[in-house]
């Protein structure tokens, strides 16, 4: 076998992206009570409202029991030994510019390969990046202000403008709908507001990029993106995380609200520590992401790259409420070493000639699981309905596992809904035939994948698929096989 | 001394004591019933039972049988038999062996087939490795339920190279009681090495009575032997079915099974398949027309336990009325099973705004060298096949008729009897008009 | 026989004919020739009643009856036969049990009692001979899994079984080679007659020379810009369809 040995070169492979910067943290000591969700508002200075749904989520999630039903393995996770608040050292003191930044911080990034000061002269990209779990750089706020498009931390927002958050926040994601929703919406710290006033055309792509630093941090994002009638924007979200030992948990909430014949495009390149050889250390990720298409003709896309993480949870939704309405989703993810991934998404049709698209690439390497998740259900109003789903894995050594689970729901007769899948792996024909040509079996594996992640690829942002394609390649070094 | 199973299924148990008295036997049955009394009832949290609720059928309150039905005439067939079909027949009525009504005829050498009580007061040793052989340890509750209610069935046993030329045909007749009544009937079939067959089995009755039927069925498959099996479901439009198949498949074995499933008011089907020995085919073609009232439930559960082997499923619904579907098809590649080939393809037309159907077409799989799909549609008579009938001539109810009587009929055409195919279709056609 | 006057008509928003004049006399053929995306195939369409145009203006009457406001099974009833661009398959009804239940539909439209299974077999088999088509085809399926000229010839075969007064004959000839082609018109040939008229549409002049029509037309941008005796053919053949922007720029 030419590719037993390479499969254990992907395996081994370290995590690129492993070191830890030294910052001083304004940290919360471990524990969970009614004092810590309470201390948590205080210290971000929130509206009585705010404390008071935090203190109803609380309550609420110690009546909840924690999911067992994904395919997924992991040791039970002990709530009260994670800190649930950490801020970098002047919260209050927040920076108006890039000058403003702890240098060490833009070091961090750079170290990343995340150049900011570069993205803002060469790509065009506002950046909202999070350190910990406090917003602490914002560029390209006048632009945007100008277009009318409010684009800030979340703590921000409550600040400013409650009026436009206090109606939308938690009604896509209710505290009441799943554990880690609910255990989110008691402890959030902070997270990303945007809002797109009427038919306005967000003149550049959104993006943060998430790091989870602090030791011991929980990371508990929220975001809530509204896009008002005839407008689009168009977010990204990407993420990596330093080595470390101790499981990380994050649970980020997204809400996505679209009205009438608006477009919210929201792709998120996923790349935190997957945890060793072994397993140990790695990221937990189980996210809960919705969008609500609210009105008529309105569009939300998502679009993941997910190569990170020992565990993912994570099922981007639809709810095509508005008649008309179009839902999307696209995926790539990648398991090997350990990591486990349970993901997918739902397409829940409700409006009038709603429709949804499903393309899911699932490549699993190494002793990599990885499980389809995914719910079509076409209820009984939604007259000319239509899904369809594309859902493909590709195995890579002998040890990894794929699963597939489509949960199919049709109750009205003019719905149209094609559903497939198909497993495979690389065939050896492939392979010999790009050797053939010269290849050396390492990049006919990664042309192949590529290929294989070519139409989601095709819906991320240019500057996006390209890192993308970098990632899944870094991924797969030496994944031949 | 045993503790009372839940929501009156105690009831279902209460079979008399005149059998054959073996403890071994007995001691099966009180396993069963533990395992039972230890387990909750299945309820829609379980992906097993997502989308099928058993309330109505707890409704009910069914009994058991306690005594065969020695009523019925030969005549009392007439009804039920299918025209210029010949067989080997074996009835049983109301889930007890009917020696009366069945004509067995002669059978070749090394071909015996005969009812399970019968079997076990004769020859209980030959049966005690058979029981439970493709059943194995499995959890599902109405098979565990039929196993601690024990009582009578059939058995056919071909020995090594028999070959059975005409068809068995088994015919589950139904008969309505004063009370709601529950038959469990377990059935044991097995080809030795090299044997070939044809079952037929038929789940009828007289009337539209209401009854409940669980039945078992275990199959075990010698090398290279060939099982053609078509079942046929139409039970009485108040019945309630419940049926488990359990198939265990020896080198180079080929099993291919036809299901129909046009009878019940609620119906459960568990098929389960698995691969022992290597190069083993499996084919299962479905058919479901589920209308107002009915609920028509399939389970696949395929195991590729080891390499090299083929299993292929190809379900397809027609939902009209008020009528719902459930199609859950799970194909299983296990670790060791490489160069596994499976394809599985669940098509639906919906014909009516009321009708439902959940489907739920899964993929598990542990090997890397596999080629695996599945596919699965829903969707509506498309309107260019309709026009193309309609230019011509041909007006818009009957070329629909014709489009769903074509859907279906590529199932229907697979059926290798042509009497038995004429009798299916046109049992189909009277339901689409 | 067929009057079809200033007719319009709509794919969703856009106009496709835009105002199109036809008469058709018993026994005539008349070809149709246009460039693609000129409206032959939706002006086929629009006679036999297919979904998804709106007819926006004009009229079409088929022996005193008003086509337009007919379903497509009561034009075939009076004797309309679309022989279509792409044959549809429908897999799993069967060729025997089809043409069957067409022929006795239409029989029955004309007061004539249903054939008895004897007869109807009898009839296929001569009208099977006709298109060189085998025993075989009558056990298959709709058109599932025939190469494209068995499509085309069962097409014809159809034709020749139900008989129509008017026959439309699609683009009759794509995808067709040369032997295919030859059996085809050899078909429809063998079908004509003082009471048949015919439409053949087609791109290409070659199917032509096998079906000699009375009449061609050339339609473009939805309407019919010329018409003449088969000579036009040959000129189109011969200055391809270029001249008609330039035409119609003029």
Redesign the interface.
């Known amino acids: 076998m030419t590719g037993a040995s390479a499969v254990e070169d992907i395996v081994k492979s370290e995590y690129e992206h492993g070191f830890t910067t030294q910052i001083e943290s304004d940290t919360l000591p471990p524990g969970l009570d009614e004092e810590v969700v309470r201390a948590i508002s205080q210290r971000k200075g929130e509206p009585e409202f705010m404390t008071e749904q935090r203190l109803k989520a609380y309550r609420h999630w110690l009546t909840m029991r924690e999911p067992e039903w994904a395919a997924v393995d992991y040791p039970r996770i002990d709530f009260q030994a994670i800190s649930y608040y950490s801020a970098p050292k002047r919260p209050e003191d927040m920076p108006k510019s890039l000058d403003e930044i702890d240098p060490l911080l833009l070091e961090t990034y750079n170290k990343l390969g995340i150049p900011i000061e570069e993205q803002k002269a060469l790509a065009g990209i506002a950046v909202d990046a999070v350190f910990d779990s406090v917003s602490v750089a914002t560029t390209f706020r006048a632009t945007l202000a100008e277009a009318g498009v409010i684009f800030c931390s979340i703590s921000e927002a409550l600040h400013d403008y409650p009026e436009l958050v206090k109606p939308y926040l938690g009604t896509v994601v209710p505290y009441t709908d799943n554990f880690y929703a609910c255990l989110n919406a008691a402890v959030f710290s902070d997270g990303t507001f945007v809002y797109v006033p009427k038919g306005v055309r967000c003149p550049m792509e959104l993006s943060t990029y998430f790091r989870i630093n602090a030791r011991n941090t929980g990371q508990f994002e929220r975001t809530l993106i509204v896009a008002e009638a005839g407008s689009y924007v168009s977010y990204l979200e990407g993420c990596t995380a330093p080595q470390r030992d101790e499981n990380q948990l994050h649970a980020a909430v997204v809400e996505l609200i679209a009205m009438e014949d608006a477009e919210i495009k929201y792709s998120t390149v996923q790349n935190w520590y997957p945890g060793d050889a072994q397993g140990v250390g790695g990221i937990y990720n189980f996210v809960t992401k919705r969008g609500d298409c609210r009105g008529a003709r309105s569009k939300i896309s998502w679009t993941q790259v997910e190569t990170g993480s020992a565990i993912t949870w994570k099922y981007p939704s639809c709810i095509l409420r508005g008649d008309g309405s179009v839902g999307e989703f696209y995926s790539v993810a990648v398991t090997k070493g350990r990591q486990q991934a349970d993901t997918g998404t739902k397409m829940i049709h409700i409006g009038k000639n709603t429709s949804s698209t499903i393309v899911s690439k699932g490549i699993s390497a190494g002793e990599g699981r990885q499980t389809y998740r995914g719910l079509v259900r076409i209820g009984q109003r939604a007259e000319g309905a239509r899904n369809h789903t594309q859902c493909d894995s590709l195995l890579i050594g002998d040890r990894c596992a794929a699963n597939t689970v489509p949960y199919i729901e049709v109750k009205n007769p003019s719905a149209k809904m094609e559903h497939e899948a198909t497993t495979s792996k690389i065939s050896d024909d492939q392979l010999f035939y790009c050797r053939s040509r010269g290849l050396t079996e390492e990049d006919a594996v990664s042309m192949i994948v590529n290929g294989f992640c070519k139409e989601v690829f095709n819906e991320l942002p240019m500057e996006f698929a390209v890192e993308a394609q970098k990632l899944l390649s870094i991924s797969l070094e030496g994944a031949v096989g | 001394m045993n503790a009372p199973l839940h929501s009156g299924l105690e009831y279902w148990l209460n079979a008399p004591d005149d059998g054959p008295d073996l403890a071994w036997l007995d001691e099966r049955r009180h396993g069963a019933r533990a395992r039972l009394s230890a387990r909750a009832l299945p309820h829609s949290k379980q992906?097993a039972w997502?989308?099928t609720s058993l309330k109505s059928l707890l409704e009910q309150q069914f009994t058991a049988i306690d005594e065969p039905l020695s009523a019925l005439q030969p005549e009392d067939l007439d009804t039920v038999l299918i025209p210029g079909f010949e067989s080997h027949r074996l009835v049983l009525v109301n889930g007890r062996y009917a020696p009366e009504l069945s004509m067995l005829g002669e059978l070749p050498a090394g071909v015996r087939i005969g009812g399970l009580r019968d079997w076990l007061q004769h020859d209980p040793e030959s049966l005690r490795g058979q029981l439970d052989a493709a059943l194995g340890d499995s959890e599902a509750f109405f098979a565990t339920l039929n196993s601690a209610g024990l009582d009578d069935g059939l058995v056919v046993w071909l020995e090594r190279g028999a070959v059975l030329e005409r068809p068995i045909e088994l015919i589950h007749l139904s008969v309505g009681l004063d009370e709601p009544r529950v038959a469990q009937p377990r059935h044991l079939v097995h080809l030795e090495a090299g044997a070939q067959a044809r079952l037929i089995e038929r789940y009828v009755s007289l009337g539209e009575a209401l009854y409940c039927t669980n039945a078992v069925m275990e199959v075990v498959l010698g090398r290279d032997a060939v099982l053609k099996h078509e079942r046929l479901q139409m039970e009485s439009r108040n019945a309630f079915h419940l049926s488990g198949f359990y198939l265990l498949q020896d080198e180079n074995s080929r099993y291919s099974g036809i299901n129909i499933g046009l009878g019940a008011r609620w119906a459960r089907t568990d098929l389960n398949t698995r691969f022992r020995g290597e190069q083993a085919e499996c084919v299962l073609h479905g058919l479901y027309l589920a209308g107002d009232g009915q609920l028509l439930d399939y389970h696949l559960d395929v195991e590729h336990a080891v390499p090299n082997c083929r299993s292929e499923e190809n379900f397809k619904g027609l939902?009209t009325g008020q009528g719902r579907a459930v199609f859950d098809g799970r194909v299983l590649v296990a670790?060791s099973a490489?160069k596994s080939d499976a394809a599985m393809s669940n098509r639906?037309l919906?014909?009516?705004?009321q009708?439902?159907?959940?489907?739920?077409?899964?993929?598990?799989?542990?090997?890397?060298?596999?080629?695996?799909?599945?596919?699965?549609?829903?969707?509506?008579i498309?309107?260019?096949?309709l026009?193309?009938?309609?230019?011509?001539?041909?007006?818009?109810s009957?070329?629909r008729r014709?489009?769903c009587?074509?859907?279906?009929?590529?199932v229907i055409?697979q059926l290798g009897v042509e009497a038995v195919r004429e009798h299916v279709a046109a049992a189909v056609g009277q339901r689409l008009t | 026989m067929l009057s079809v006057k200033g007719l319009r008509a709509n794919v969703g928003d856009k106009e496709i004919l835009k105002g199109l004049d036809l008469e058709i006399g018993p026994g005539e053929v008349h070809a149709i020739m246009g460039p693609n995306g000129s409206g032959k195939s939706t002006l086929s369409h629009v006679l036999s009643g297919r979904d998804g145009y709106t007819v926006t203006a004009g009229s079409a009457t088929f022996e005193g009856h008003d086509l337009l406001e007919l379903e497509p099974e009561e034009r075939a009833q009076l004797g309309l036969f679309l022989a279509f661009q792409y044959p549809v398959e429908l897999p799993g009804v069967n060729n025997t049990y089809f043409l069957k239940a067409a022929l006795n539909s239409l029989r029955k439209a004309r007061g004539e009692p249903e054939l008895d299974a004897v007869a109807f077999l009898r009839l296929i088999k001569e009208k099977l001979k006709i298109l060189h088509l085998d025993d075989s085809l009558l056990k298959r399926a709709v058109n599932a899994g025939f190469s494209g000229g068995e499509k085309k010839r069962n097409e014809i075969f159809q034709m020749a079984l139900l008989e129509p007064k008017f026959a439309i004959l699609d683009e009759t000839d794509s995808g067709l080679d040369i032997d295919a082609l030859r059996v085809v018109a050899e078909g429809v040939n063998a079908l004509r007659s003082p009471e048949r008229s015919m439409i053949v549409v087609t791109h290409y002049q070659r199917l032509l020379d096998y079906i000699q029509p009375d009449y061609v037309h050339v339609l473009a941008h939805g309407r019919i810009i010329r018409s003449g005796g088969k000579e036009l053919a040959l000129e189109l053949e011969e200055k391809g369809y270029g001249w008609i922007d330039a035409e119609l720029a003029a």
């Open positions: 992906e997502r989308y939902l670790k490489q639906n919906m014909l009516s705004e009708a439902e159907i959940d489907t739920k077409p899964q993929l598990e799989i542990y090997a890397d060298d596999v080629r695996c799909s599945h596919g699965t549609t829903v969707g509506q498309e309107p260019e096949m026009f193309y009938l309609r230019s011509r001539g041909i007006d818009a009957q070329a014709m489009l009587l074509g859907f279906a009929g590529e055409d």
